[in-house]
Nanobody, 126 residues
């Protein structure tokens, strides 16, 4: 059974930090890129970041310099370190197994995933 399980969301004040984790199972981790997308209430999904199996990382302009994605391939885990959070970062965050060829353009709207998790809520108060 394919599973992607996110954790680490919560409520934080503007300027604070959170670290999200994604644990994958049920598929060959190295066959996919792993991305994070978010969806705020009433808005369309936004690709936040993506990391390829070779470690190349891509970020949306809105989070560049504040968010960092990393992976531990031995543990099938991906992390999203989010610093200097802003109220506009408030959303449900999902990790996803991304078609590798789409990873470089994932944050430009090419949200092409085969699997994704149940999401974790991030709320940033002003």
């Amino acid at each position: 059974e394919v599973q992607l399980v996110e954790s680490g969301g919560g409520l934080v004040q503007a300027g604070g930090s959170l670290r999200l984790s994604c644990t994958a199972s049920g598929f060959t981790f190295d066959d996919y890129a792993i991305g994070w997308f978010r969806q705020a209430g009433g808005k369309k999904r936004e690709g936040v970041t993506c990391i390829s199996s070779d470690g190349s990382a891509y970020y949306a302009d809105s989070v560049k310099g504040r968010f960092t994605i990393s992976s531990d391939n031995a543990k099938n885990k991906v992390y999203l370190q989010m610093n200097t959070l802003k109220p506009e970062d408030t959303a449900v965050y999902y990790c996803a197994a991304v078609v590798p060829a789409r990873c470089p353009t994932y944050t430009l709207g090419h949200l092409d995933e085969n699997y994704w998790g149940q999401g974790t809520q991030v709320t940033v108060s002003s």
